[in-house]
């Protein structure tokens, strides 16, 4: 994907014998806001690490702004992050503790700290120091770190934890004119909906579903398939039924009809011409990254013609084993 900011292709990681990531595959084009959603456990604080380079796959690639994370690019260049129990030094205000991890960089001063401070509601004068802070004051804080070098990616692992209303306005206001790349993991269904355009959830054995939207998009998707699994077992024994009925039929038949026939002669060249269209719609669907409307528009039609194409793929099935098996018959 050639407008993608983060790619991750084929990442595994295994810790104490369990493997926490299987086959990870997932791609963030620039200037998106995504939400990870999914069970505890599935991975999720995983994969923001290994893209953040804090943890390395033990098979995979991840990219970042083109380049590839690893020996030559520990970590991402243009990164801020919010993780969990972030370490922060105890004995230090928290002025202090933000100066010395400019230091790491060098690419910002004083007056750049002290607004990232105010921005989230502390005072760059605040003499306690972190050990004293509140759960709130030290989340701000993180946030505060994350945001003072001003970067192209933003990283955040549950970023409304113990935060009161005023400091969550205050974050959700500032990714609102944020013109980066925001991944947030995040169990909080409403911050979700207030920010991200784009959920990856993970599921079974590993794999990660694109969903369009905020989370609230995302929970209407899972019902409707829910709602068409479940009219998919109720109808199949009608569809057994069916097709014990096509088998007796085709028993007695010396060839094909009319109908079938034509069908037969067709159906390839409608298969042929459904998969130009799902690939020439999947293009679109990488050039249209950042259209989310249009994005929505596509992954419709996308799945009509993939179920279109499993129909017509089945029908075809259907026809070659009764053309075999009329040959067979007539030669009997």
Request: glycine share 6%; net charge negative.
């Amino acid at each position: 994907m050639k407008d993608a900011y983060i790619v991750v292709e084929h990442i595994y990681k295994k810790l104490r014998g369990r493997e926490i990531l299987h086959d990870m595959n997932l791609s963030v084009p620039s200037g998106a806001i995504v939400g990870l959603v999914g069970a505890n456990g599935s991975g999720k604080s995983m994969l923001l690490r290994t893209i953040a380079g804090l943890i390395k796959p033990s098979k995979g690639k991840v990219w970042v702004d083109g380049k590839p994370l690893g020996k030559k690019h520990s970590f991402p260049d243009d990164l801020g992050i919010v993780i969990e129990n972030v370490g922060l030094w105890p004995e230090y205000t928290g002025m202090e503790n933000l100066a010395l991890l400019a230091k790491i960089r060098g690419k910002i001063g004083k007056q750049e700290m002290e607004e990232a401070l105010k921005r989230v509601g502390l005072s760059p004068s605040d003499s306690r120091i972190y050990k004293k802070y509140s759960l709130g004051m030290k989340q701000r804080l993180a946030i505060a770190q994350a945001i003072m070098e001003r970067p192209k990616l933003l990283l955040l692992d549950e970023p409304t934890n113990d935060l009161d209303i005023r400091t969550l306005t205050i974050l959700e206001d500032y990714l609102d004119s944020f013109d980066g790349i925001v991944a947030v993991v995040s169990h909080d269904r409403y911050f979700l909906d207030r920010t991200v355009r784009r959920i990856f959830a993970f599921e079974e054995a590993g794999r990660v579903a694109q969903y369009e939207g905020g989370y609230t998009d995302y929970q209407l998707r899972m019902e409707e398939r829910k709602t068409e699994q479940g009219k998919t077992q109720r109808q199949r024994p009608e569809k057994e039924e069916k097709e014990n009925k096509e088998q007796e039929a085709r028993q007695h038949r010396k060839k094909l009809s009319y109908k079938e026939q034509r069908e037969y002669e067709t159906i390839e060249d409608s298969i042929a011409e459904l998969e130009e269209e799902i690939a020439a719609l999947e293009d679109e669907y990488t050039k249209a990254a950042r259209d989310f409307i249009r994005l929505a528009e596509l992954d419709r039609q996308l799945t009509e013609k993939r179920q279109l194409l499993t129909e017509k793929m089945d029908r075809w099935m259907y026809l070659e084993e009764l053309v075999l098996e009329i040959e067979q018959e007539n030669k009997r």
